[in-house]
C-alpha cells in the first residue's frame, strides 16, 4: 500500500487529505484497526522515533505518551514500585511486562496532559499494556507489534474504533526530508543525530560525578527533547520524563513549566494525596482532575461546598503552600536537559528548586560562564552536550 487516504488533515476543513511514499515504494505500516487522523499519523510517527531511539540508546524497553506532536511523557521499563502503582492507578496485581511498566509511567508522568493520547511503544505490545490502555482515554498507539490478545483487547476499546497500527522496525527514512509552507518547499537532511553516553563526557562543572543512573536519565531527557516542539526542557528521574516544557518562545518559561509538571508529578506522592477518598466508582479522568486541582492553589474549586461531595466521600483537608513546599524540597536526583543552551544562570536556579542535581544541555551562550557559576554554587553536575536539538 503506497497511499493511506484519511478524513482531512489538522482541521476538518483541510481535504483532500492522505498520507503516501514520494518514491513510490509502500507504506512501512499496517492500520489493524480504526482509521487514524492526520495529526494522529504526526503523533504516531514522532513518537515512533523516540521510542526506538530511546530503546537503542539505553538497551531497555521505551514507551511514549504523545499530544499534539509532543510528548506528555516518556520512560524506559524499569519496575513499577509500590507508589508508582498507586499514582498510576494500576489494579493489576503481580509483575507487569517491562514495557506495560515503561508506558505506565510515561502516560502517568502527566496524565492530564496524557487523557486522549497518542502511545507509543519500542518492544511488541503485550496483554499487560492493553489492559492498561484499555482502561484509558487514549486516541491509538503505534508499536512494532502486537500479540493475539493484546490485538483482541485493544480491538475492544472505544466501541471497536481505537487505532492500532503496526510499524515495520526495520524501515529507514530518506535522507533528505522536505516540507512545505505556504506553497514553499523546505529541504533538510533527516536528523540522524544520535544520543549516547559519549555525548555526555565534556563536564564543565566542578563536581565531575555523574553516576550511570543519571545519565540514563540525561539520555531520557535529550531523546524525549529531539522529538518536543521547540523551545523545550525536560526533567526526569529514574529513567522517567516527570516534565516537559513544549514550545515556549523563552527559555526560562520551557525550564518554570516544566518544573512545575514536575513539582506536581513529586505532590501527587504526597501521602495525603495518595489517601485521598474519592467516591466509589468515579472515572479515571474526573479523579486525574481533582488531584490535579487539589494540589494547585485552586484547591478551593474542589473544595468548596457543593463540588467536593461529586468526588470525594469526605471533605480532605487541603495542603497548605507551606505543606507543599516542604514536600518539594525533598525531592533529589532530578535530571534536566535543554534543546538548546541555557542564556542565563537563572534556568539553574529554577532548576534546582525542583531537586535537580544533573543538567545536560548544549552550551554555547556569551554566558556559559554565568550558567557555570550558579551550577557549581549548587554543587550540580553539568555536561555541555554541543549539539543542539531544535525540533519544529
Same mark, same amino acid.
Given at each position: 500500500m /503506497?497511499?493511506l487516504?484519511?478524513?482531512y488533515?489538522?482541521?476538518p476543513?483541510?481535504k483532500? $487529505?492522505?498520507?503516501?511514499?514520494?518514491?513510490? $515504494?509502500?507504506?512501512?505500516i499496517q492500520?489493524?484497526n480504526?482509521?487514524?487522523?492526520?495529526?494522529?499519523f504526526? =503523533?504516531?510517527? /514522532?513518537s515512533?522515533?523516540?521510542?526506538?531511539e530511546?530503546?537503542?540508546?539505553?538497551?531497555l524497553?521505551?514507551?511514549? %505518551?504523545?499530544?499534539?506532536?509532543?510528548?506528555?511523557? &516518556?520512560?524506559?521499563g524499569?519496575?513499577?514500585?509500590?507508589?508508582?502503582?498507586?499514582?498510576?492507578?494500576v489494579e493489576?496485581e503481580?509483575?507487569?511486562?517491562?514495557?506495560?511498566? *515503561?508506558?505506565?509511567?510515561?502516560?502517568? *508522568?502527566?496524565?492530564?496532559? $496524557?487523557?486522549?493520547?497518542?502511545?507509543?511503544?519500542?518492544?511488541?505490545?503485550?496483554?499487560?499494556?492493553?489492559?492498561?490502555l484499555?482502561?484509558?482515554? $487514549? =486516541?491509538?498507539?503505534?508499536?512494532?507489534?502486537?500479540?493475539d490478545?493484546?490485538? +483482541?483487547?485493544?480491538?475492544?476499546?472505544?466501541?471497536?474504533?481505537?487505532?492500532?497500527?503496526?510499524?515495520?522496525?526495520?524501515?529507514?527514512p530518506?535522507e533528505?526530508e522536505?516540507? =512545505?509552507?505556504f506553497?514553499?518547499t523546505f529541504?533538510?537532511?533527516?536528523? /540522524?543525530?544520535?544520543? !549516547? +553516553?559519549?555525548?555526555?563526557?565534556?563536564?564543565?562543572?566542578?563536581?565531575?560525578?555523574?553516576?550511570?543512573?543519571?545519565?540514563?536519565d540525561?539520555?531520557?531527557a535529550?531523546?524525549?527533547?529531539?522529538?518536543?516542539?521547540?523551545n %523545550?526542557?525536560?526533567?526526569?528521574?529514574?529513567?522517567?520524563?516527570?516534565?516537559v516544557?513544549?514550545?515556549?518562545?523563552?527559555?526560562i518559561h520551557?525550564?518554570?513549566?516544566?518544573?512545575?509538571?514536575a513539582? !506536581?508529578?513529586?505532590?501527587?506522592?504526597?501521602?495525603?494525596?495518595?489517601?485521598?477518598?474519592?467516591?466509589?466508582g468515579?472515572?479515571?479522568? =474526573?479523579?486525574?482532575n481533582?488531584?490535579d486541582?487539589?494540589? %494547585?492553589?485552586?484547591?478551593?474549586d474542589?473544595?468548596?461546598?457543593?463540588?467536593?461531595?461529586?468526588v470525594?466521600?469526605k471533605r480532605? +483537608?487541603?495542603?497548605?503552600r507551606?505543606?507543599k513546599?516542604?514536600?518539594i524540597?525533598?525531592? %533529589?536526583?532530578?535530571?534536566?536537559?535543554?534543546?538548546?543552551f541555557?542564556?542565563?544562570?537563572? /534556568?539553574? +536556579?529554577? &532548576?534546582?528548586?525542583?531537586?535537580?542535581?544533573?543538567?545536560?544541555?548544549?552550551?554555547g551562550s556569551?554566558?556559559?560562564?554565568n550558567?557555570?557559576?550558579?551550577?557549581?554554587?549548587?554543587?550540580?553536575?553539568?555536561?555541555?552536550t554541543?549539539?543542539?536539538?531544535?525540533?519544529?
Amino acid at each position: 500500500m /503506497n497511499e493511506l487516504e484519511l478524513k482531512y488533515g489538522c482541521n476538518p476543513n483541510q481535504k483532500p $487529505s492522505r498520507i503516501y511514499m514520494k518514491d513510490g $515504494s509502500d507504506l512501512p505500516i499496517q492500520v489493524l484497526n480504526g482509521k487514524p487522523g492526520y495529526i494522529n499519523f504526526l =503523533d504516531a510517527f /514522532n513518537s515512533w522515533q523516540l521510542v526506538r531511539e530511546l530503546k537503542e540508546a539505553t538497551g531497555l524497553p521505551a514507551a511514549a %505518551s504523545f499530544k499534539h506532536v509532543s510528548p506528555a511523557g &516518556a520512560a524506559v521499563g524499569h519496575p513499577l514500585t509500590d507508589t508508582d502503582r498507586a499514582m498510576y492507578f494500576v489494579e493489576e496485581e503481580g509483575e507487569l511486562s517491562p514495557i506495560a511498566c *515503561a508506558y505506565i509511567r510515561a502516560r502517568g *508522568a502527566d496524565r492530564l496532559c $496524557s487523557y486522549g493520547d497518542w502511545a507509543a511503544l519500542s518492544d511488541v505490545c503485550d496483554a499487560d499494556v492493553a489492559r492498561y490502555l484499555a482502561k484509558e482515554v $487514549s =486516541d491509538g498507539i503505534i508499536a512494532p507489534g502486537y500479540t493475539d490478545e493484546a490485538l +483482541e483487547i485493544l480491538k475492544t476499546k472505544r466501541k471497536g474504533s481505537f487505532n492500532v497500527v503496526q510499524i515495520d522496525p526495520a524501515y529507514v527514512p530518506a535522507e533528505t526530508e522536505l516540507k =512545505d509552507v505556504f506553497g514553499i518547499t523546505f529541504e533538510q537532511g533527516h536528523n /540522524n543525530f544520535e544520543i !549516547n +553516553e559519549a555525548l555526555l563526557e565534556n563536564v564543565v562543572t566542578e563536581n565531575k560525578e555523574i553516576p550511570a543512573s543519571a545519565k540514563i536519565d540525561m539520555i531520557v531527557a535529550l531523546i524525549t527533547l529531539k522529538y518536543t516542539q521547540s523551545n %523545550s526542557v525536560c526533567y526526569v528521574k529514574d529513567g522517567q520524563a516527570i516534565g516537559v516544557g513544549a514550545g515556549q518562545q523563552s527559555r526560562i518559561h520551557c525550564t518554570r513549566l516544566a518544573g512545575n509538571k514536575a513539582d !506536581n508529578w513529586w505532590l501527587r506522592q504526597h501521602p495525603r494525596v495518595l489517601a485521598l477518598p474519592f467516591v466509589e466508582g468515579i472515572r479515571r479522568p =474526573d479523579r486525574d482532575n481533582a488531584i490535579d486541582v487539589y494540589i %494547585s492553589d485552586e484547591w478551593e474549586d474542589v473544595l468548596a461546598d457543593g463540588e467536593w461531595q461529586r468526588v470525594f466521600a469526605k471533605r480532605p +483537608e487541603p495542603l497548605t503552600r507551606e505543606e507543599k513546599k516542604a514536600w518539594i524540597a525533598e525531592m %533529589s536526583g532530578v535530571t534536566v536537559g535543554s534543546d538548546a543552551f541555557f542564556p542565563f544562570g537563572d /534556568n539553574v +536556579e529554577r &532548576a534546582r528548586k525542583s531537586g535537580v542535581a544533573y543538567i545536560a544541555e548544549p552550551g554555547g551562550s556569551i554566558r556559559d560562564d554565568n550558567v557555570i557559576e550558579v551550577a557549581n554554587k549548587y554543587g550540580i553536575a553539568m555536561a555541555f552536550t554541543g549539539m543542539r536539538l531544535f525540533h519544529h
